[in-house]
């Protein structure tokens, strides 16, 4: 079964730092990660995913992630953290060998500090 | 290419009644998930259609219900509400059969009072 873990329910980052969003996962066959951002009354964005091609992955408005298998782990950066970056953050898996199901994570809330 | 869109996009209903939901896939998705989003349960995953059926489904009561048409329109019921079905939810849409990613749509906020 797979599942995901985002460490840290609320980050903050003053405008310029970088950001991280930690997102580990569990799966017993290899796995499709993605990043998924929310902003306010609104539904999911795409940010970015990893489907077993490169494991450093880029996403839009300069976010990439990096996928460590030996770690299982997925986290999320930017260099310079921006304030429309202020959002929810989502880390969801889902199987590679034809499953059907995304399991997301709780969450992470950024916030950045003028 | 149009995205997902869902109706209502609000919505306020009394404890007992009951409500349905409808999304739209984009063009061309043949799989459909809805999600139930709260703020201290997060994303829950209910079911997933494809090609009209369900392929998949969540831990939920069976006061949940959905079903999928031939165009692949999406609608999704909830009978005999209750308080606690208060809840931001969500559709996606997905290509194929192996969800190499969802687009989702901007949601139901459905209010039980």
């Known amino acids: 079964a797979q599942s995901v873990t985002q460490l840290g329910s609320h980050v903050s980052v003053s405008e310029g730092a970088l950001v991280l969003l930690r997102c580990n996962y569990s799966?017993?066959?290899?796995?499709?990660l993605f990043w998924y951002v929310q902003y306010p009354n609104q539904g999911l964005q795409l940010l970015l995913k990893?489907?077993?091609?490169?494991?450093l992955v880029k996403g839009i408005n300069g976010f990439e992630a990096e996928f460590k298998k030996s770690e299982t782990s997925f986290h999320l950066t930017k260099p310079s953290a921006h304030m429309s970056d202020a959002a929810e953050y989502f880390c969801?898996?889902?199987?590679?060998?034809?499953?059907?199901?995304?399991?997301f994570g709780t969450g992470t809330s950024l916030t950045v500090i003028p | 290419k149009a995205g997902v869109t869902q109706t209502p996009r609000y919505l306020i209903k009394t404890r007992g009644q009951q409500v349905t939901l409808s999304c739209s896939p984009i063009?061309?998705?043949?799989?459909v998930s809805w999600y139930q989003q709260t703020p201290g349960q997060g994303l829950q995953f209910l079911f997933e259609?494809?090609?009209?059926?369900?392929?998949n489904k969540g831990n939920f009561p069976g006061r949940f219900s959905g079903r999928q048409f031939s165009n692949s329109r999406s609608e999704m019921n909830v009978s005999t509400l209750e308080l606690g079905d208060s809840a931001l939810y969500l559709c996606?849409?997905?290509?194929?059969?192996?969800?190499?990613?969802?687009?989702f749509g901007p949601g139901t906020r459905l209010t039980v009072t």
């Open positions: 996606a849409s997905s290509l194929g059969t192996v969800l190499y990613e969802q687009y």
């Open positions: 799966s017993s066959v290899p796995p499709y």
């Open positions: 990893y489907t077993s091609a490169a494991t």
């Open positions: 969801a898996v889902s199987e590679s060998t034809g499953g059907n199901q995304f399991y």
């Open positions: 063009s061309g998705h043949r799989s």
């Open positions: 259609y494809f090609s009209e059926t369900q392929r």
